[in-house]
């Protein structure tokens, strides 16, 4: 077992020391740790260098949000020989040493599967968070098993359409075969991509209810919710992907389903700027998505 663990990162000094913690958890497990910072000031990185010494640290000269950044590690990890799967790990997740061998032993126990992940708990408890989904004909993930205690499920391994973005493990050749991440999406929806591309190639995606990994939100301080161009991205990327992958009647059924959306949710964004904003912003990146404009603005890349 030689995985090649790969973790991106941009300013997160306001959740380092627990980054920090959860990697010496397990990083005897790993092979590789390569760290992808995307462009962050020099401050921060220069904590990351000092802290983190055995990683392998990429520095980029721009903001490419996860898709871009993620590629730069993925393929310094498919240069090395040695390594023979690689594991995309968000610094917010928390697992137990050992825990690579068992979604390494996963991966490995059919040769179909060329992704597979943990089941993803919320902070320290039972309750379930991510147990692998479905994607819908709108493109959007539907998640098993979101908020059941994991203890009240049978013991399993799921085949599913998508894994989690930020928590996986897939073999070299997966990615040899699917290719690299799709670096127009810069964040959200990648996992849809990675679930149409690998199903196309004849690859399956599992996920185990008995390797576990908690996923331990840390948020700037006083905030609490994702930032508007979030859900610019979220607009905007899946009817990309369905003019790419299905052509313009998909993506003009996603364009018209997110616009019921944005109807359906605006009543209840009138009790707050913020949520009026947010929902602005999804129509702007739905309107976007429909008449390919996949300019990646300044209210992105500068956050």
């Known amino acids: ?138 493109l959007k993930m539907v998640p098993y098993g979101l908020g059941l205690d994991v203890n009240n499920i049978k013991p399993e391994v799921r085949i599913v359409d998508a894994v989690a973005g930020g928590m996986n493990l897939a073999t070299i050749n997966f990615y040899k075969e699917v290719g690299l991440q799709d670096e127009v999406l810069f964040m959200y929806s990648d996992e849809i991509d990675m679930a149409i591309r690998a199903k196309e190639k004849g690859f399956k995606m599992a996920v185990s209810s008995s390797v576990r990994a908690w996923h331990n939100h840390i948020n700037l301080p006083g905030k609490t919710k994702r930032p508007p161009y979030t859900a610019f991205l979220s607009g905007r990327n899946k009817i990309y992907l369905g003019y790419k992958h299905f052509g313009f009647t998909k993506a003009f059924y996603i364009f018209l389903s997110q616009l019921y959306t944005f109807i359906k949710r605006m009543p209840k964004s009138l009790s707050s700027i913020e949520k009026m904003k947010f929902q602005c912003f999804f129509l702007f990146g739905t309107f976007c998505g429909i008449i390919k404009c996949n300019k990646n603005f300044n209210f992105i890349i500068n956050n």
Request: proline share 1%; glycine share 6%; net charge negative.
């Open 1 to 138: 077992m030689k995985i090649a663990a790969i973790t991106i990162t941009y300013n997160d000094d306001y959740k380092f020391e627990e980054w920090y913690q959860y990697y010496s958890e397990y990083k005897q497990d790993l092979f590789l740790h390569i760290i992808v910072d995307n462009n962050s000031e020099k401050k921060y990185l220069s904590k990351v260098e000092d802290k983190f010494t055995d990683s392998i640290i990429i520095k980029r000269e721009s903001n490419g949000g996860c898709t871009k950044a993620y590629n730069d590690g993925i393929r310094y990890a498919m240069n090395n020989s040695e390594v023979d799967a690689i594991m995309l790990v968000g610094n917010d997740l928390r697992f137990n040493e050992g825990m690579t061998q068992e979604l390494y032993d996963l991966l490995n126990s059919n040769d179909d599967f060329g992704m597979v992940e943990p089941i993803i708990l919320s902070k320290d408890s039972t309750i379930i968070e991510d147990f692998g989904s479905d994607v819908s004909q709108s």
